[in-house]
């Protein structure tokens, strides 16, 4: 059974900095890439950052390109989201998912399987 649970969130100001981990169990981390996607309140979940099963290729959308930065250590099963230079745009539920490919994607159809999300919270 594979399991993704999301740690780090929480309420910061905005120009501050977060750490967002996930820890993986159930699945052979080293063999997926994995993806952090975002929800605000009414709107649809949507792409974030992913990486590649080896950590060498990294995907960012637009908006948090030089902000933030996707890692992983392949060791701890572990995929961490440093988010730097936070506005209240950034506030949103944080999901971490994994697609069953060892390619980075946007995709959200692409991705099956997906933590419980972390809240983070930026106030102006």
């Known amino acids: 059974q594979v399991q993704l649970v999301e740690s780090g969130g929480g309420l910061v100001q905005a120009g501050g900095s977060q750490r967002l981990s996930c820890a993986a169990s159930?699945?052979?981390?080293?063999?997926?890439?994995m993806g952090w996607f975002c929800q605000a309140p009414g709107t649809e979940r949507e792409f974030v950052a992913a990486?590649?099963?080896?950590?060498?290729?990294?995907l960012y959308a637009n908006s948090v390109k030089g902000r933030f930065t996707i890692s992983r250590d392949n060791a701890k099963n572990t995929v961490y989201l440093q988010m730097n230079s936070l506005k209240p745009e950034d506030t949103a539920v944080y999901y971490c998912a994994a697609p069953d490919q060892p390619r980075p994607t946007n995709e959200l159809r692409n991705y099956d399987y997906w933590g419980q999300g972390t809240q983070v919270t930026v106030s102006s």
């Open positions: 990486i590649s099963a080896s950590g060498a290729i990294t």
């Open positions: 159930g699945l052979t981390f080293s063999r997926y890439s």
